[in-house]
Structures are given as structure tokens and as C-alpha cells.
């Protein structure tokens, strides 16, 4: 589990293609490789990936094939800048929102508007994820825990603070250019219950 809170701006080192549908990437993070173990898990922009090695500051980890084509994960290239985020410890502040790191779907910046102190970013959203996105509600966008400003039918938009922008991908994210999404999953939960309970469900 996740906050969505970037602690580090990593750096795509390899991907290595080990056949049978999966690879290895290796990454580059000097604090959340500081006290990384195998097993570990960090999530990379809100992909949960698990450590299987640490060397000098890098970690590497196994992807499948699945993962590649269902995240923005499968169009990095070496030297690529990502988010990074190791799992969040128990006694630590939940400074964003509880976050899985397991992506919902891929959308797509497709505005960017800047202003004094701040800008606003406008991402496609796929319409099959729309129903658990709200105004002033979380969502997760490359691992980054983000407030809701607006949203629609298939987009949504967010306001970016100074930090966001210089402390994370995003800030040089262009229009057109893929990222992950992640939607709160209590919003998913919810469904379910209603579902069940329409359908004639235990309660």
C-alpha cells in the first residue's frame, strides 16, 4: 500500500527482455533504495513492482508482459525520469490517499494551462473509469496522489502546485504524452456493495 506521495525522482537505467512475456528493469534511486530488501515493494509512476535486487543505489524487479501493456510502463526508455515510492509503514502520516499501485487504466495529458502559482493539467480519462471520478475527489496519476478539480464524460483536470511540477514527472509531462491512473479504490469497494445489494446480496 501506497500514499501517493513521491519521494524521489528515479531514472529508468535497462530493460532487459527475459522472454516468456516479462522483463526486468532496473532503476535508479538513491533513497528508496537506501533500505530496500528483496521483496520489497516501490511503486514506480504507481506501478507496485517488487524489489528482486539492490545494488549501488539501484533496484531491479520482474514485470510481466500484462503490466507492460496495460501501464505507460512499456514506453519508457532508458533515462526516462520516474516517480518513486516505497510502501507506506504503518506508523507513518497517510499524507495523500491509500493508493494500491495497481493501474486502472492509461490516460493521457491533453492540456496544460499555466498560471501564477499554479497550473492546471487536463487528462483523458477512459469513459469505463469515469464513474469513479468525483470533483474534489482523489485520483492517482503516474504515483502521484492528486485532488480532482473538474471532470467529465472522458477527461478530468488537477491543479499543479510549484513542488508537484519541479518534484515530479509531471512537470514536464507534454500534451499527448501516456500516464498511469489509478482511481480510489473505496469508490470500487462501494460499487460492489451497492451492487450486491440491488442484486439481492447478503448484507
Known sequence: MFTGIVEELGEIVRTTDTGGDSALVAVRGRLVTSDARHGDS??????????????DG??????MGETLRRTALGALRPGDPVNLERAAALNSRLGGHLVQGH?????EVLSREPAAQWETVRFRLPTDLSRYVVEKGSITVDGISLTVAA????W???????TTLKLT????RGVGDPVNLEVDVLAKYVERLLGDRAAGGDR
Open 58 to 63: 539501484v533496484f531491479t524487479a520482474d514485470v
Open 156 to 162: 478530468f483536470s488537477v491543479g499543479l502546485i510549484p
Open 103 to 107: 493501474v486502472d487504466g492509461v490516460g
Open 42 to 55: 516501490i511503486a514506480v509512476n504507481g506501478v507496485c513492482l517488487t524489489v528482486v535486487d539492490v545494488s
Open 151 to 154: 471532470v467529465g464524460d472522458d
Open 169 to 172: 514527472t509531471l512537470g514536464a
